[in-house]
């Protein structure tokens, strides 16, 4: 058998590094609980396109996973993961909060039991829905960061679920 020369050498190595590479980086992907998620009915809409380009490398410290479902995102192997293009939640009794602007519904039933917390922002067209798995414990700090994100997304002036002080 002839051997390759050291041009199909080089060729055939950096090959098999590609294919490596590819390989951890489609593992990765496939392994993250984000891709578990499915996009939402309006994922494609402006509004969440818009905010994609918005999109950190890092949030509370977590670094961004490779995700390539439309309108999703998802930081410390699934931690945190966004999904934008929902229809807005009516009015609720839901726990509420207001963070730099963006008003978030915490859904507790949806929450309990499901090792993750469920929020969705209230107020915004349409609505951006984030799952923070319960081991990333400064949920300040990623709604915050997530506030961000999602801040461009016109908010109605009369739909605030935390009621300013009259």
């Given at each position: 058998m002839r051997r390759p020369s050291r041009r199909g050498q080089v060729a055939i190595g950096v090959g098999a590094a590609a294919a490596v590479v590819a390989g951890v980086l489609v593992a990765r992907e496939v392994s993250s609980p984000a891709l578990d998620v499915r996009p939402a009915a309006r994922a494609g809409d402006p509004a969440c396109t818009g905010?994609?380009?918005?999109?950190?490398?890092?949030?509370?410290?977590?670094?961004?996973?490779?995700?390539s479902v439309t309108g999703v995102a998802s930081w410390g192997n699934g931690g945190v993961v966004l999904r934008c293009g929902l229809e807005p939640p009516a009015e609720t009794g839901d726990p509420c909060v207001e963070v730099d602007g963006v008003d978030w519904v915490f859904r507790e039933d949806r929450s309990a039991g499901s090792g993750y917390r469920i929020l969705i922002t209230y107020g915004?067209?349409?609505?951006?829905?984030?799952?923070?798995?319960?081991?990333?414990?400064?949920?300040?700090g990623v709604l915050v960061d997530l506030s961000?994100?999602?801040?461009?997304?016109?908010?109605s002036p009369d739909d605030e679920c935390v009621a300013a002080p009259r």
């Open positions: 905010i994609a380009g918005r999109y950190p490398a890092r949030i509370v410290g977590e670094s961004r996973d490779p995700v915004r067209d349409p609505a951006v829905q984030a799952f923070v798995d319960d081991r990333i414990t400064a949920i300040d961000d994100v999602v801040r461009p997304i016109e908010r």
